[in-house]
């Protein structure tokens, strides 16, 4: 139940820094994760509420039967539960056993499983809180089962956590525990130093009502120190101060009223054996009837009232008002036949035997007498057993434990750096060998090197050489097409303007139908001619940009081709810019983009079709849309449409030629004024193209 290896694999988690938690946290991750990637460390949704519920009953509604049946059968229902879960679980049940039906074996049972639970704890902080809370319980078991060695070392595990931490919540946890032994030790002193320090150390708590009835009870329990050392005046002081704390909380705590009248109820007891010592016995019995009144209630704190009927009892014996102390005595008795109170027994006992000496009933006294003597022996030997032990020097013990531990986990330190210097000293001579093995081939390579830096230094020359060969080609070859496309423009020109003349003359129908061949074919001459020049001047003049109004632009364009779609009777749909918006540019070659968009889109729609040309005004920039319904590009031709002379050149939906020299055109302006253009297309819904120009 109990391995000192915890304590051990604990401290060299605390002492080696990070890394061993690391692993163990990794390990406790991947553990937990296999049943819940969700968990982080605090309580699922599914059981907040059900911990919320089971605190009323046990708190509360002081109906902790119903609250741990309730508690049974809300878990079962968690398909889930995170590890907090589980460790409340645990802890509610161990507060149970402990408080209610006292069963010592089951309560150390929880306790064992509250340690197993923490130490699937998910992070680092809940690991240690949950680890320091479950060693606080164990020990408290340990203690009631009477078993103080494996007690004290539970409590040192807790201890040397909130030590090393600095955790001053967890580190009151086990101050008051030290003060409670050394109390039943009988010393006083030392215990309420140990109170006191348990006090201070309270205040990390968090602020809510356990810290609150806690320090209330801190308070009282240094003022029962001070009582039990005879220091009268230390006593009476801190029951005041206990009591005047209770009384703070009455409003905050309104809720709570109950269980503050349980503590004030506490304390009216202590003030009322403090009366009965300095001989003030009518206040002694007022206080003392006043605490037995509050905590006799159903559900207070019946063992207190108990023990506070035997502090009235003596009153009684004291003041010789014997009927009030056999009466007191008698109801007493009912109370332990159904509540038993080993520290009340004794004392019922001696005061019986007492009443019926002063009776003058000796059998009866005697019998009392040695009922009371034999339960004496056996809480003299109890607290013996106790008192065997020096808590002090326990705690002394494990701290040289630990330090032995310490020593020997620096010693693997030391041991492990030395051999990581040995390794490191191997590594760095074998590093030096091929250092200089390696500067001895980089001689070589360097020779290599520059051998090959000079050949690529020649080829570089060579490739200057090969393209300024290749742009002053370049410029010859437009110079050369310019000039032949200039000189066929005249000829061809004329050719087209005389057999336009001819086709009004009088003719057969076989010569007008070759003079309009001759005809077209002059103007498709033409037509692919002014491409041609268009082509070779885009890529070389210079932009003369202006400031251009986007929506005058596009009316003027879409007017201008309005003609040549009314021959297929199509319609130019406009949807302008809310506002003027002027960008700069070049007009006549934007104009140019435009017109050879609408122009493809009558060309490739068919006739009494639709075509949409559309502004839309971006943050940066300003889109122009130019869609038809047309035959649309097909998948495969997509990815020519913007070459020069490109394969993907279509006859229009009447037979229009196309010569694809249009959209390379109209790529090469856009890229000039740093604009894009792009298409949608499928050969169902037509072809969209998209103009893109910063503003």
């Known amino acids: 139940m109990s391995d000192p290896r915890y304590l051990i694999n604990l401290k060299r988690i605390i002492i080696n820094g990070h890394a061993l938690w690391l692993l163990l946290a990794f390990s406790l991750l991947l553990q ?43 878990f079962k229902q968690l398909k889930h539960p995170f590890v907090n879960d589980s460790f ?84 009151a946890e086990y101050t ?39 320090r209330q009870e801190l308070l009282g329990n240094i003022g029962e120190s001070y009582k039990n050392a005879n220091m009268i005046d230390s006593a009476s002081l801190y029951f005041t101060k206990a009591l005047s704390y209770i009384n703070s909380g009455n409003k905050r705590f309104s809720s709570l009223s109950n269980l503050i009248d349980v503590a004030r109820g506490v304390i009216y007891g202590d003030q009322g054996e403090v009366a009965l010592i300095t001989h003030q016995y009518a206040l002694a019995e ?45 109801h007493l008795r009912v109370q332990l036949d159904s509540l038993s109170n080993e520290d009340v027994e004794p004392n019922w006992n001696d005061l019986m035997s007492k009443y019926y000496t002063q009776k003058k009933d000796y059998q009866k006294a005697l019998y009392y007498l040695r009922t009371y003597s034999t339960l004496k022996d056996s809480a003299i030997k109890k607290i013996n057993s106790l008192k065997s032990t020096d808590v002090n020097q326990q705690q002394a013990n494990f701290d040289k434990q630990n330090q032995i531990e310490s020593l020997k986990d620096h010693n693997k330190l030391q041991l ?15 590093i030096i060998f091929l250092v200089f093995r390696n500067l001895k081939r980089s001689k070589q390579d360097i020779i290599a090197v520059k051998t090959l830096n000079d050949q690529i230094n020649d080829q570089n020359n060579h490739l200057e050489y090969t393209l300024d060969e290749l742009k002053l080609n370049n410029q010859e070859k437009d110079r050369i097409l310019r000039t032949v496309a200039h000189d066929l423009r005249n000829p061809i020109g004329g050719i087209a303007s005389l057999t336009s003349v001819m086709t009004d003359d009088d003719y057969t129908d076989e010569q007008k139908e070759m003079l309009n061949l001759i005809k077209e074919t002059s103007f498709n001459s033409l037509e692919l001619i002014n491409e041609i020049l268009e082509a070779t001047n885009t890529a070389t003049a210079p932009l003369n940009k202006e400031p251009v109004d986007i929506n005058a632009l596009l009316s003027n364009s879409i007017e201008l081709l309005r003609f040549k779609a009314a021959e297929k009777n199509q319609v130019i749909n406009l949807e302008l810019l809310c506002y003027p918006q002027e960008i700069m540019m070049s007009r006549e070659k934007i104009w140019r983009v435009i017109s050879n968009l609408i122009s493809n889109a009558i060309k490739f729609s068919p006739a009494n ?23 649309g590009i097909p998948d495969k031709l997509k990815n020519q449409v913007f070459n020069m002379f490109t394969d993907a050149k279509r006859p229009g939906t009447e037979g229009e030629k196309s010569f694809g020299l249009g959209l390379s055109i109209c790529q090469q302006i856009m890229e000039k004024h740093n604009g894009r253009i792009w298409f949608e297309s499928d050969t169902e819904d037509g072809t969209t193209f998209y103009l893109s120009l910063p503003k």
């Not at 606080?136 to 595990?157: C, I, P």
């Not at 492990?416 to 074998?430: C, E, G, H, N, R």
């Not at 502004?615 to 869609?627: P, T, W, Y």
């Open 416 to 430: 492990i750096y030395i051999y990581l210097t040995v390794l490191f000293s191997i590594m760095a001579v074998i």
């Open 32 to 74: 937990s994760c296999s049943d819940n990637k969700k968990d982080t460390g605090d309580y699922s949704p599914g059981f907040k509420p059900i911990y919320d519920t089971v605190v009323q009953y046990y708190e509360i509604k002081k109906e902790p039967v119903i609250g741990v049946h309730y508690l049974d059968s809300g």
């Open 609 to 631: 079709g639709h075509i949409l040309v559309k502004a839309v005004n971006l943050e940066q920039e300003v889109h122009i849309q130019v869609k038809d319904h047309g035959i």
């Open 286 to 330: 007022q206080l003392l009837k006043k605490s037995i009144s509050i905590n006799l209630r159903n559900g207070n704190d019946n063992h207190d009232a108990q023990l506070t009927e035997i502090k009235l009892a003596r009153l009684y014996l004291t003041r010789n008002r014997s009927d009030k102390l056999f009466d007191l005595l008698q």
């Open 176 to 214: 008051y525990r030290m003060g409670m032994i050394l109390f039943k030790q009988s010393h006083y002193q030392q215990a309420a130093n140990y109170f006191k320090i348990s006090y201070r150390q309270s205040m990390a708590y968090k602020d809510d009502f356990k810290s609150f009835y806690q």
């Open 88 to 171: 409340r679980f645990y802890g509610l049940h161990y507060l149970y056993e402990k408080e209610t039906t006292h069963n010592l074996k089951k309560t150390l049972l929880y306790a064992d499983s509250m340690l197993i639970t923490a130490r699937r704890s998910i992070t680092k902080k809940q690991y240690l809180i949950n680890y320091a809370e479950a060693n606080f319980a164990s020990g408290d078991a340990y203690f009631n089962l009477s078993q103080y060695s494996d007690a004290y070392k539970h409590y040192y595990q807790g201890y040397f956590i909130g030590k090393n931490l600095i955790n001053n919540a967890i580190l």
